[in-house]
């Protein structure tokens, strides 16, 4: 079938931007799109033994019609319908209605089945926007259950379901890519029909991340991502590339003015980028450096090192607070050379932006700094030779494949402060060669992790001002922005608005607040301001994980810290340390706390090695508790969870080693199934120009 969302039956353009929001970009995303609960129904049960909640059937009959008279434009008033059978009274509600439709089969004294949830009011059985039928031979039409699907505003549960299960009938059966040997292992079932089962399940067990059939799906999705990386190595090693021939001493010069000495594992990672790029083949590699591991130094020697043969380099970066401290970055290390440079984001304004794209194209500006987006624009460069990513989690196998089409065949860097347990890698960047760096700089204190109660709060406010007294500045993060307008009796998460609020009644004129939500230009005078002093404490969502350095802050305070994965805390501590004074890192959690959260908490207080925390965090999310441990740093798949089907991850690795064995570019007939395969997950295997 046509691979776009309005062939599908009902899908127009209001349809179409709610499954946007849903990340469903067409038929394909949908049968990946899979349910989140099956509710039972309660059929022909009495109405006065239901509850507020309770989905249910019922046979009733239409006693009283109460339609709003249609001078009432606004249409607030409910369309009523009032209905009983031989066990109560109900009532069914219709808002914006539409007259003529509900008189069609509203009829006094006509018998109907509705279908839809209770609620009470005013000790009124209701149930809003019923399915209704009509009585005549249904009994054998009901289902006992209901699938319900994660939605969107302007989207109804039943739309979604009859859009899936268009599109499941629209499938025809692919020929089997999965070896014969792990079908007999696993039991598993055929892709079409597995998807059939998670999408018409009888219970929540067939819906389950641990179920037969999502084990399945999560497998074929593995096995087309192994192949895709596979096939993405192999393109890459028969494309030609571009020496860069330099002496390196730009490179070096900037080495040998820096105020520290580089560790081992630093100056390890630039000869192999060097090396590298010396050669004729092109570069794709991965630097994966714990947090305050120094890659930042590692990429800026590569970037001279391009710019010294003449040439240019562009560091790109997902969000305009971590481009805004690269371009500080260079700034301060590149005073001294002969080196222009410029920063270009979405926020740039129309007439320098227009100077930047001429000085680009010209080549007088070497080095670019910005968003991804810089990339993605039509921005010319007279020699692009180099290309830089940092901390993009989401840049995906396909997208690094654009990148390779891109320039004058540049060599690829992307940089990650994103611990990554080797398993993963695997997956994720199966194409790259990987450069890791764990070791710290030397003149790196270690920070003192404790973790309290929030029954300390009090006193833990109280001892920042000695901490303010000897010149220090903090850091307090908090897991949401603001309260939400009706906040439920169990989300005892602490806003950062609302934080911010009380400490600057305590310390006036020194508390600043950033988080995502905030105006671009805001959040970077606030940034400015706590680097600065004029702030010296700076309450702050994750939006400072990455990308934001300020030598002289030696506290921060992590509110909620249960509700954050191992990874994410590991970054977060990263903010401070970054000087020559100890540091500290309180985690302030909410009693009670399960007994993974805690181990996680322990964790984290006692190790510092970003990658042994990456380990640990997948062996305790495997303990069933799940949540708050998003792995930071991984990108979403459409089935795949690296808790529930870690295990799968090397045979998938292996069957993909052995089929491009025997056809390393999928040319030969017998590889057609694997074309299905990559389509069906969105791999685009025809831009590979062998």
Known sequence: MKNSLDTIPGVGEKAIEALKRLNIYSPNDLLFHFPSNVINKKIYQPIFSLNIGDLVVLKVKIIAIDQPSSSYSSKRRAFRIYCENETGKLQLLYFSYYPNYLLKWAKVGSEVLTIGKIDVFNSIKQIAHPEVLNCDNLHNKVDESEVIYPLTYALLNKQLRKYIHFTLEQQ?????????????????????????????????????????????????????????????????????????ISSGKLYK?????????????????????????????????????????????????????????????????????????????????????????????????????????????????????????????????????LVVIDEQHRFGVEQRLSLVNKGNNPDLLIMSATPIPRSLSLVLYGDMDVTRISEKPKSRIPIKTSIMPTSKLNSVVDSLKNILESRGKIYWICPLVSEPDEPEPENTKVAAETRMKSLANIYPNIVGLVHGKLDNKLK???????????????????????????????????????????????????????????????????SPISNTSWQRLKIIKDTEDGFVLAEEDLKLRGGGDLSGTKQSGVPDFKSVDFVAHHHLISAAHKQAKDILAKDATLSLDESKKYHDLLKIFGFNYKSLDW
């Open 172 to 244: 025809q059966i692919p020929n089997e890519w999965i070896s014969s040997d792990l079908i007999i292992k696993y039991n598993w079932k055929s892709f079409l029909e597995c998807l059939k089962n998670i999408h018409q399940p009888k219970n929540n067990k067939e819906i389950d991340l641990y179920s037969n059939e999502r084990q399945r799906i999560a497998y074929d999705e593995l096995l087309a991502t192994q192949l895709m990386v596979n096939l993405l190595r192999h393109y890459k090693n028969k494309q030609l590339g571009r020496a860069i």
């Open 253 to 385: 010069e900037f080495i040998n003015n820096l105020p520290f000495e580089l560790t081992n594992e630093q100056q390890k990672a630039i000869e192999d980028i060097i090396k590298d790029q010396n050669s004729n083949n092109k570069m794709s590699r991965l630097l994966q450096g714990d947090v305050g591991s120094g890659k930042t130094v590692v990429a800026i020697a590569a970037i001279l090192n391009a710019v010294e043969s003449n040439s240019q380099a562009v560091l790109m970066a997902p969000t305009d607070v971590l481009a805004n401290q690269h371009n500080l970055t260079l700034e301060k290390f590149l005073f001294n050379l002969p080196i222009k440079f410029a920063l270009l984001t979405g926020k740039t304004k129309p007439k320098i932006r227009a100077k930047i794209m001429e000085d680009l194209a010209n080549g007088k500006i070497q080095i670019l700094i910005g968003t991804h987006a810089v990339f993605q624009d039509k921005v010319e460069f007279k020699d692009l030779a």
């Open 524 to 590: 970077q005078d606030n940034l400015m301001k706590f680097a600065n002093g004029d702030f010296k404490i700076l309450v702050a969502t994750t939006v400072v994980e990455v990308g934001v350095d300020v030598p002289d802050a030696t506290v921060i305070i992590i509110e909620n810290a249960e509700s954050f994965g191992l990874s994410q805390l590991h970054q977060l501590r990263g903010r401070v340390g970054r000087g020559d004074k100890a540091s500290h890192c309180i985690l302030l959690y909410k």
